[in-house]
């Protein structure tokens, strides 16, 4: 009930593109859902996060959709550019502690 | 990643030795986590603490590893008696209260048993 699963586990998208990442949890007590960049050797960066209580929140080209009755959560980068290519992770909390996904590495292509 | 300092960037230890891990959290914050980052993995929880408490260690390997986050100082992750296994990233997060949700993470120590 922990678990938080994220697909895909890599993707490629061109320049321009939309990238979109799926994720999906169990534990209904989760209440807030943060999305995490991290670039190679660096740590995670808050991106972007929701609450249950709102089912979309966007961010520049950033948007998170989220559907509370299916208990997934997507983030999709607009206009996707190669200084988008890092390894995004979804999370949740209930206060407790943040579960992450196991990752999604995006590759934009120039 | 603003304001969450973790130190040293770069920790080699032989095995056998010990490793002391040192993560001071965005002033006024009083919640931290550590996780493990595997190369080409996941972020694995391993404790959460306040100040001078563990509220949950769930994800700590039962032996050598041990954790605090003193009244006054930073939070320490410590693990005894290192062996190769050990070697990954460690990082950090702080958050000021569970209400505020946010939470930040260092850039990270990156241990290696040799």
């Known amino acids: 009930q922990q678990q938080v699963k994220q697909s895909p586990q890599s993707l490629i998208v061109q320049k321009g593109g939309i990238s979109i990442i799926n994720c999906a949890y169990e534990?209904?007590?989760?209440?807030?859902f943060p999305w995490y960049q991290q670039f190679p050797g660096k740590g995670p960066a808050l991106l972007i996060a929701?609450?249950?209580?709102?089912s979309e929140k966007k961010e520049g080209r950033f948007t998170i959709s989220f559907n509370k009755s299916a208990k997934q959560f997507s983030l999709h980068i607009m206009d996707s550019q190669p200084g988008d290519s890092a390894t995004y992770f979804c999370?949740?909390?209930?206060?407790?502690?943040?579960?992450f996904g196991p990752g999604t590495r995006l590759s934009v292509l120039p | 990643n603003a304001g969450v300092m973790q130190n040293p960037r770069h920790l080699v230890r032989r095995r056998g030795q010990e490793a002391r891990l040192r993560c001071s959290p965005v002033?006024?914050?009083?919640?931290v986590y550590w996780y493990r980052q595997l190369p080409e993995e996941g972020l694995k929880f391993m404790v959460y603490?306040?100040?001078?408490?563990?509220?949950?260690e769930s994800g700590m390997p039962k032996e050598r590893f041990s954790a605090e986050f003193p009244k006054e100082g930073p939070s320490i992750l410590r693990i005894q008696q290192v062996v190769r296994g050990d070697s990954a990233a460690y990082f950090c997060?702080?958050?000021?209260?569970?209400?505020?949700?946010?939470?930040?993470f260092g850039q990270g120590t990156r241990l290696t048993v040799v």
């Open positions: 999370a949740a909390s209930n206060g407790q502690n943040f579960v």
């Open positions: 534990n209904t007590a989760f209440d807030y």
């Open positions: 929701i609450r249950p209580d709102v």
């Open positions: 002033k006024g914050h009083s919640h």
């Open positions: 603490l306040q100040k001078e408490n563990i509220i949950d």
């Open positions: 997060a702080s958050q000021g209260t569970r209400g505020d949700k946010e939470a930040f």
